[in-house]
């Protein structure tokens, strides 16, 4: 029998019981007071042990979960730990935060149901998330009078749906109401001769012995200097870590030996994972938050790009060429979905083609990062190959990521030296190289302003080039449409020659519509801060409507252009941006010269 405590999660969809399972469980082993159970008494005098999990006012004003909530219990034989999962599908976020932390899916189905859509999308992300055994508990037995035959055609079809998953599965029949089969065996279902759900419970296996079995992985969250040395503290993520061993560090690959292993009481002779530790070195070296020491022989991977399963928990859409901060384990860096290959269809397990994912979605996709960092793959270490993605702007959690192995590209593609640098050419032409981007609604002057100031400019003896987005979507760009996510990489692929040519050293002018500010952003992020520089050409839409030479507002407002920016999809103004030109107030040259003066008193000008 199983000895460690058991993290299991109750999963499933809306009403299938999960609430009322748990609680009933806990009820039944003897582990609510008096005074908590007699404060869950519902409408029929009787206790409604749903509640007992449903902590939110709305989760009990509406009768469902949304968080997750944990609760501690025990039976004689072994200690639990159990999550109760939402079952909605909007809050399949917390679902998935659930299970990427614990041991066993506990499935919940209505008997009268059978699997639902939301049972196979909760099954395959705790599959996905490394949950390898699962239990199937067919909940309200009693409405369908304890039918074998029903609860025959479940298991059957649950059986298809575990070998799909390559996951382990057991089965029981239960009425949460009333206790039948939680925790002692209900007197209805005589045909039923296999264990209780407790007794499946009990003997499930945990995987604290699979983690400390695995290559050692320390991630470093912070130094401490104990008596002035430097010491490296962090949770051990995976293996066992011994006085003595040899370790490299990831990444870089220093290699050095562990001297001391101080633990809260004192020195430790080892450490195996889930302890949090402070290690001291043979050797000194650089090395910080983010680092991860690692079993010498047998180290984690360090790359900047990589392929992963990403599970979307944002309603705003994740789309190839969006900048997001991704964090594994102690490491945050800057990174980009530079393609989604596939989307997993949550019924039938097949990948799907796919330029987005949406709220709930699975996909496969590649993904580009500022910097290496080191990873395993998830399926060998759950702590070293989990990620989150966080939006930049609102700093949201917005996906979970599952490493599926790194790019052979990120080691064999390598930046070149170049002889000749960008200072360098910068010197040669005697000026300093910037990007001015100009953005606002179609109609707004981005095109006649560049154009004006590209000339005066280019009168005054600076070498400059101008990139505007009517040009540039009948040669670059133009198997691009007008979609968001074409927008993403109209932007993407600009910004990228945008930075080329400063680092010729030139002057380079950008006439785009550009209306989200998160892509603004990602073009700004390929600079130095002082060499970009956002104009906005601020008019009302009033304004721009009335200039409209190519009558574009009038066909968006028949419907003609769907995604037209101001009609039919938004502009998301510039909230601090360098430079911020009123055109409907100035005339060209008036706004050409308020931003030379301002280039000027930034110093790009000379």
């Given amino acids: 029998m199983a000895e460690g405590p058991l993290r299991l999660m109750l999963c499933g969809s809306v009403d299938d019981g999960k609430s009322t399972l748990i609680g009933r469980l806990i009820h039944d082993l003897g582990g609510i007071p008096e005074d908590v159970l007699s404060g869950l008494v519902g409408k029929n005098g009787e206790a409604d042990l749903s509640r007992l999990t449903d902590g939110l006012d709305a989760e009990r004003e509406q009768g469902i979960t949304i968080d997750v909530a944990w609760r501690y219990f025990s039976s004689p034989a072994r200690t639990f730990i159990a999550a109760d999962a939402p079952g909605h599908e909007q809050y399949t976020r917390n679902m998935a935060t659930a299970a990427s932390s614990v041991d066993t899916a506990v499935l919940l189905v209505d008997a009268r149901k059978g699997l639902t859509d939301q049972t196979h999308r909760h099954a395959r992300i705790a599959a996905l998330l490394g949950v390898e055994s699962f239990v199937l508990v067919v909940n309200k037995m009693d409405l369908v009078d304890w039918s074998q035959g029903v609860f025959t055609k479940i298991v059957t079809a649950f059986e298809v749906l575990s070998e799909d998953l390559n996951v382990i599965g057991q089965a029981v029949p239960v009425t949460a109401l009333s206790g039948a089969n939680v925790v002692a065996r209900g007197e209805t279902a005589a045909w039923w001769t296999g264990p209780t759900l407790l007794q499946i419970l009990e003997s499930s296996p945990d995987s604290l012995m699979a983690a400390s079995s695995t290559p050692m992985r320390l991630p470093i969250q912070m130094i401490l200097r104990p008596d002035g040395a430097r010491a490296y503290a962090g949770r051990l993520a995976a293996g066992m870590l011994v006085a003595g061993d040899p370790i490299r560090v990831e990444p870089g690959g220093q290699i050095t030996t562990v001297r001391t292993i101080l633990g809260p009481d004192g020195d430790l002779e080892q450490a195996v994972a889930g302890q949090s530790v402070a290690v001291l070195l043979a050797e000194d070296l650089d090395v910080g938050r983010g680092d991860v020491l690692c079993d010498a022989n047998y180290p984690a991977e360090s790359a900047d790009q990589l392929e992963a399963d990403i599970i979307w928990m944002s309603d705003q859409p994740l789309l190839p060429g969006r900048p997001y901060i991704l964090k594994l384990a102690t490491q945050s860096v800057r990174a980009q979905v530079t393609a989604i290959k596939s989307r997993r269809d949550i019924r039938s397990g097949a990948d799907l083609a796919a330029d987005r994912l949406g709220l709930n979605d699975v996909g496969r996709c590649k993904v580009a990062l500022a910097l290496p960092i080191a990873m395993d793959a998830y399926v060998d270490c759950r702590e ?44 040669a032409l005697g000026q300093k190289p910037t990007c001015l981007w100009f953005t606002g609604l179609s109609g707004a002057g981005k095109s006649t302003l560049a154009n004006r100031l590209d000339v005066i400019l280019n009168r005054n003896g600076f070498h400059t080039v101008l990139l505007d987005g009517d040009n540039l979507r009948r040669g670059l760009n133009q198997d691009l449409g007008f979609t968001e996510a074409d927008r993403v990489e109209n932007i993407r692929r600009v ?38 520089n956002e104009i906005f050409v601020d008019v009302p839409l009033e304004v721009a409507e009335s200039r409209d030479p190519k009558s574009l507002y009038k066909k968006a407002r028949r419907g003609e252009l769907p995604n037209f920016t101001g009609i039919g999809s938004p502009y998301e103004p510039p909230i601090n941006p360098e430079i911020h030109v009123h055109t409907d107030t100035v005339l060209p040259d008036q706004a050409c010269q308020q931003i030379i003066d301002e280039l000027r008193c930034q110093g790009r000008l000379g």
Avoid: C, K, N, Y
């Fill in 384 to 427: 070293m190959g989990g990620f989150i993605l966080i939006d930049r702007e609102t700093q949201d959690t917005v996906g979970a990521g599952l490493v599926r192995h790194t790019l052979r590209r990120s080691a064999t593609v390598q930046a070149s030296p170049l002889a000749v640098s960008r200072q360098d050419r910068a010197r």
């Fill in 495 to 532: 910004a990228e020659v945008s930075r080329l040519m400063t680092d010729a050293g030139l002057i380079v002018l950008v006439a785009l519509i550009s209306p989200f500010r998160v892509d603004r952003e990602t073009a700004r992020s390929l600079f130095e801060p002082e060499e970009f």
